[in-house]
């Protein structure tokens, strides 16, 4: 990856805290920081791999990227535009060009139309298509998502989660938008299925010039796909680097120990491997300690780690990390 | 060799529903020997749960009953008992471990109530040495402060606490075998590790036999000796773990290996895949079941069904046109 590529999606400082819990009857509700204090640039043709445990604020970064959450504060770029600064209808025009998909793709079906109308309701609402046209392009769409045409007066639940996956990409690709996020796309699909969808996901990407944020916690499959990856935890990027960097010399201790954990696929080396383990749990977002959010787990951890939150620096080579020891 | 432990024989289990009579588990065999774990590998809808059901006891009926075959249980054919005895022996010879704690506990109850219930049932104890026991129990799977958390109900404990609690009630009365479906599915890679570091201690300090329901080959790389592949109801490959991931010989085996990318390094290449997808129940292809997916695929395939086999000089296999055969 070329260091003078275009940002095509940035972030300055960008934060969504949600309100939490109210711990007793008469005292203040207490404050959820799903996101703090993120940067992050994408750069129009990668893929950016977020990867992170549940709970660590990843799924809310992508949605805040497209402003389906307000910020909470700090700013979003996209194409050098700020995107809190647009119109409504500018904005509009914007959502053509970012677009997202979920996991679980038949709660984002509407289950009483058929797919052929799903796919075509984007166009229908940009005014992209109409008439024949409008039917022409369903039927390509279907054809790029590897469906058969003829099977667009079928209904969701005819389908398989694999084939719902395919709908839902059809209809996020329909308005040809140039930035997906895809949020945790395969999670619930079988193995031989999710290779199908990545194979998918990547063809497309060359045909159609996408940029995805691809959000997963599933490591193996980030290290197949990702130009880059982004390691969150508790609302943070802790780390990011080159795919093959951060997998092969990675430097925060949250990132070494989440490699270490994923089972590999070798028996032997999986019986001889030297491994990290966590202790605990991934506490509350709500009411952090000062200091490092990953002090309570981290093996490594030292006095200083309690004093002050430790920033993402620059570590050469575009690798950054967010820790005091590395 | 000593005796298996569980030897399972030509199980058959149906679904009797209104689209017919559906075969999740059509003719599978196998054994668990003491001491060993073993892994029953597949995708959804494959048959391995209901499989585990199968040996718990567990099939939910109507609409499905056990049809054939025979499970014995050190020797015992768990088929053939009544009710009564069938629980007892479930929860004093084997211990089970589901995927979803929140549901496979009771939210209404105390968990040390819920660990010292069982002990109480099955073990002939009095309510104090239960207590007391059910602290020392607590405490082996690795929860901190086990005595004052006896008092908490289910949801005060985190989801990675939520397993070890289940698997505190599941060795509680010191059970030989240990049923495990996909325990550690809906959890964070962080707290699966952990949780195979306690299965492992488990069966190296007390020798527990273990047979692990996953879809997860990683999984199966960590933590098993030997490994059972199942398509559309029935076991396609046994081999030792070490052989299965180097040299597969069901062509399933190879393409389900294929597709998972792995951590260790990057493949430039797209990732390799089974097209299609797994045939559903109700139209099962003739012949072998994987034959609109095999790229060997042969017209024997489509007529005939292969059997299980011994292929080579270890595993077995049930395909006409076998993988990475060598004498």
């Known amino acids: 990856m070329e260091p003078q590529q275009e940002i095509l999606v940035e972030t300055r400082e960008l934060s969504k805290h949600f309100r939490g819990p109210r711990p007793s009857l008469m005292s203040r509700r207490a404050t959820l920081r799903a996101v703090e204090k993120v940067n992050l640039r994408i750069r129009r043709g990668e893929v950016l791999g977020l990867v992170g445990e549940s709970g660590c604020g990843k799924s809310t970064l992508g949605q805040t990227i497209l402003n389906l959450y307000p910020p909470t504060s700090g700013e979003i770029f996209f194409e050098g535009d700020n995107i809190q600064e647009l119109k409504m209808g500018e904005l509009r025009l914007l959502r053509r060009k970012m677009q997202i998909v979920f996991q679980d793709p038949y709660s984002s079906l509407d289950p009483r139309m058929p797919i052929g109308q799903a796919i075509a309701e984007p166009l229908v609402i940009h005014k992209m298509a109409s008439g024949s046209e409008l039917e022409e392009r369903v039927s390509d769409l279907l054809q790029t998502v590897g469906l058969n045409p003829g099977l667009r007066n079928r209904y969701p639940h005819e389908f398989s989660g694999g084939q719902q996956q395919r709908i839902a990409l059809a209809r996020a690709l329909a308005v040809t938008p140039s930035f997906l996020v895809a949020d945790e796309p395969i999670s619930s699909m079988d193995v031989s299925i999710q290779g199908q969808l990545i194979n998918l996901l990547e063809r497309l990407r060359e045909q159609m010039g996408l940029t995805y944020l691809f959000i997963s916690h599933d490591l193996r499959m980030v290290r197949h796909i990702a130009d880059r990856v982004a390691v969150m935890y508790l609302g943070r990027i802790v780390e990011i680097a080159d795919c093959d960097e951060l997998f092969d010399n990675a430097l925060h201790p949250y990132t070494q120990a989440l490699l270490s954990a994923v089972p590999i696929t070798d028996p032997t080396a999986a019986r001889t491997r030297k491994r990290i383990r966590l202790e605990g749990d991934v506490p509350s977002p709500i009411d952090l300690p000062a200091g490092c959010v990953f002090q309570s787990r981290c093996p490594l951890v030292q006095p200083e780690c309690a004093e002050k939150e430790p920033e993402l620096r620059e570590m050469g080579g575009g690798h950054r990390a967010a820790c005091i020891l590395v | ?327």
């Open chain 2, 1 to 327: 060799m000593s005796e298996s432990l569980l030897q399972v024989e030509e199980l058959e289990t149906h679904l009797f529903t209104k689209e017919g009579v559906l075969k999740p588990v059509n003719g599978v065999s196998f054994h668990v020997d003491r001491g060993e774990t073993v892994g029953l590998v597949g995708e959804s809808g494959c048959g391995k749960t209901m499989t585990a059901l199968s040996i718990m006891g567990l099939v939910p009926n109507p609409p499905g009953r056990i049809v054939g075959g025979a499970i014995q249980l050190d020797g015992e054919d768990l088929l053939q008992l009544d009710d009564r005895t069938l629980r007892t022996r479930r929860s004093v010879q084997m211990g089970m471990i589901f995927q979803d704690a929140s549901t496979a506990l009771n939210p209404t109850m105390r968990v040390g109530d819920q660990i010292a219930e069982t002990m109480q049932r099955h073990m002939g104890m009095n309510a104090a040495e239960a207590a007391l026991h059910a602290t020392e129990i607590l405490d082996r799977v690795g929860i901190p402060a086990a005595e004052q958390r006896l008092s908490d109900y289910p949801h005060q404990f985190s989801g990675g606490m939520r397993q070890r609690v289940m698997i505190a009630i599941a060795i509680c009365c010191n059970p030989e075998l240990l049923i495990a479906d996909e325990p550690t599915t809906a959890l964070d890679v962080t707290i699966q590790a952990q949780l195979l570091d306690l299965i492992r201690e488990l069966k190296e300090d007390v020798g527990k036999s273990v047979l692990w329901i996953t879809h997860d080959l990683g999984v199966v790389a960590e933590l098993c000796d030997r490994v059972m592949v199942m398509y559309a109801g029935q076991v396609v490959e046994e081999a030792t773990v070490e052989e299965l991931f180097l040299r597969p010989r069901h062509p399933y085996t190879a393409g389900l290996l294929d597709s998972m990318p792995t951590l260790e390094e990057r493949r430039q290449e797209s990732l390799k895949t089974i097209e299609g997808m797994p045939p559903n129940m109700a139209r099962m292809p003739s012949g072998c079941a994987f034959h609109p997916r095999c790229e060997y695929a042969s017209e024997r395939c489509v007529e005939e069904m292969p059997v299980l086999e011994r292929s080579g000089r270890e595993g077995l296999v049930a395909c006409w046109h076998p993988l990475n055969i060598e004498e």
